[in-house]
């Protein structure tokens, strides 16, 4: 379970240690540029919530990786992939009120869960 929980976290950590550098480095007409129609979201929210947004999916990244890969406060595993988890609901939202399809909404939701199985891993393997 472990291995699988650190391949899980591995991924997860890649795909949104990508996505939210592009959100803070780009600007919204760039990253719409870069993405096509699957960054027209960007129009539903100001760029500051894109920053922030990208921000979070950073820092998540990290938090999925350094804390238990360093032995310092790995109980932070769980609260990063939680983060994401919430991050990926609101996404959810986003899609659903803009009605950008059932594909936008289930890449998302695939996300959803692999975060929420993260979680669910880490905080069972937490020592009590």
Avoid: C
């Avoid at 804390?67 to 609901?89: N, Y």
């Avoid at 659903?96 to 959803?112: E, F």
């Avoid at 869960?113 to 009590?128: E, L």
Wanted: without cysteine; glycine residues 10%.
């Amino acid at each position: 379970m472990n291995i699988a929980l650190w391949i899980l976290q591995g991924f997860l950590a890649a795909i949104f240690l990508i996505a939210g550098a592009i959100k803070v480095i780009k600007s919204k007409d760039e990253l719409k540029v870069l993405g096509g129609e699957k960054m027209n979201w960007v129009d539903s929210i100001s760029a500051v919530s894109v920053k922030l947004i990208g921000t979070i999916e950073v820092l998540a990244a990290i938090g999925l990786i350094l804390p238990q890969l360093t032995g310092i406060l790995p109980w932070l595993v769980p609260l990063a992939a939680f983060g994401l988890v919430l991050t990926m609901i609101g996404a959810v939202m986003l899609h659903q009120r803009r009605g950008d399809g059932p594909k936008a909404i289930v890449q998302v939701i695939i996300l959803l869960v692999m975060a929420a199985f993260t979680t669910y891993g880490r905080f069972d393997s937490i020592p009590v």
